[in-house]
């Protein structure tokens, strides 16, 4: 994707967003239990500066001890409508050093693309929001309202970050968000929600060749594994594919057995745990699903008195559709229009996002941003800088549009 016209401001502003990028790259932010240093107070911190030096007004919160969320305001001091930037600090583990080409925390720049953890998702679209606010004060740009940088911790795990900061009343009064992620500039209307479950189901420790003096909670696990996947079928067919979000799913993803102690080939474990990790689309019911669920575990009982089994709800996050005609939208399909001269790409997140929190707030959310939607969380991920560079110019026209009416 390119961009039209390439002007002065353009050219200043991929100057910059690669420079920043760059730096927040650089700073390691993987969340790592009871380490202090490489979570996200550095590049927090380094956030804060920057958006200091730039004069926009900035405050810090801890949500927990070493995690802190970063937020801007820039208000224009006339009245009108409230927008607001997201785009988090924290990125996914790197995985095996040794299987990347470049160093994951290096920002090394190769044939127009830039390689790192988090390039992708999300420092870089952090990069292009924070780029194009700077932009329209470097310009003096007209505009009314307010716009709001919310910049949390934690979006890869259970988004406290973005909890913390609706909690703590930042999110009152938004009219409008864009959630910055790598969407390869697709205007993303819907996500699908999120069901994380643990299946706990317990059985009798016994000697493996000895298994009638046992009960086996492998057995009873398989069981339900096997009748979830007849629901998912069930319920994909019943819904059919999303023109946004494609599928349904349900995805057994840890097995664990025996939870606690060692493994023994010759052992019935008296313990077995899986998690679920559910997406659904906006046609579905969370509280129905989870019925048809239960419905499911209740008939195994039935079948079988020596089924124990405990469910609990990890995290459960609904869907979310905006319709097209909605500001926030109409101002970034026409921002993508504009500066690019492409008929802009409706679309749909297929994970979760913290703007999820957002919608149930109350707040209409699109999301877009710079990278290939295929490469977050991979080894070697990238982000083309000029991606970057066309990001940040559709930000910028978009907060205008939204700010002065202009959709």
């Known amino acids: 994707m390119k961009v039209k016209v390439e002007n002065k401001t353009y050219i200043r502003d991929r100057e910059a967003v690669i ?128 716009i709001i940088l919310c910049i949390p911790v934690d979006e890869e795990g259970m988004m406290s970050g973005i909890k913390h ?92 057995a025996p939870v606690k102690g060692d493994a023994q080939i010759n052992v019935i474990p008296d313990h077995c745990m899986m998690t679920l990790d559910i997406r659904t689309v906006p046609s579905q019911n969370h509280d129905e699903l989870l019925e048809k669920i239960n419905s499911i575990i209740q008939k195994l009982k039935e079948d079988d008195q020596d089924f ?12 979310t559709i905006t319709a097209t005609d909605d500001p926030v939208v109409q101002a970034i399909y026409g921002a993508v229009e504009s500066v690019t001269g492409d008929t802009p790409i409706y679309n749909g997140v297929p994970g979760a996002t913290d703007g999820t929190f957002l919608h149930m707030h109350g707040i209409p959310i699109v999301t877009i941003g710079a990278g290939d939607r295929d490469i977050p969380h991979q080894i070697n991920e990238y982000v083309d800088i000029e991606e970057l560079a066309v990001t940040t110019a559709i930000y910028r026209d978009a907060a205008l549009r939204f700010l002065n009416g202009k959709e």
């Open 19 to 146: 420079n920043l990028t760059s730096e927040l790259v650089r700073i390691p932010s993987v969340y790592r239990e009871n380490t202090l240093d490489g979570n996200e107070t550095k590049v927090a911190m380094h956030v804060a500066a920057y958006l200091r030096k730039i004069g926009i007004e900035t405050h810090m919160e801890e949500v927990v001890p070493g995690r802190p969320n970063v937020i801007g305001i820039v208000d224009s001091g006339k009245p009108g409508k409230t927008l607001l930037f997201e785009g988090h600090t924290d990125v996914v583990t790197e995985g095996d050093r040794d299987a990347w080409v470049y160093d994951p925390f290096s920002a090394h720049i190769e044939n127009g693309r830039m390689y790192g953890r988090g390039t992708n998702d999300t420092k870089g679209n952090l990069a292009c929001m924070i780029t194009a606010v700077h932009s329209l004060l470097q310009d003096k740009e007209e505009f009314s309202g307010k």
């Open 308 to 319: 124990k089994v405990e469910l609990t709800i990890l995290d459960n996050r609904p869907s």
């Open 165 to 256: 900061f609706i909690q703590q009343g930042w999110a009152d009064g938004v009219d409008g968000a864009i959630i910055c992620e790598p969407e390869e500039n697709n205007v993303c209307i819907a996500q699908r929600g999120a069901m994380r479950i643990r299946v706990d189901v317990y059985g009798k420790m016994a000697h493996g060749a000895i298994s009638w003096s046992g009960i086996n909670p492998n057995w009873r696990m398989a069981r339900l594994i096997v009748e979830l996947e007849k629901l998912e079928k069930e319920e994909q067919k019943r819904l059919g594919e999303d023109p946004y979000l494609k599928w349904p799913s349900i995805t057994p993803t840890i097995l664990q």
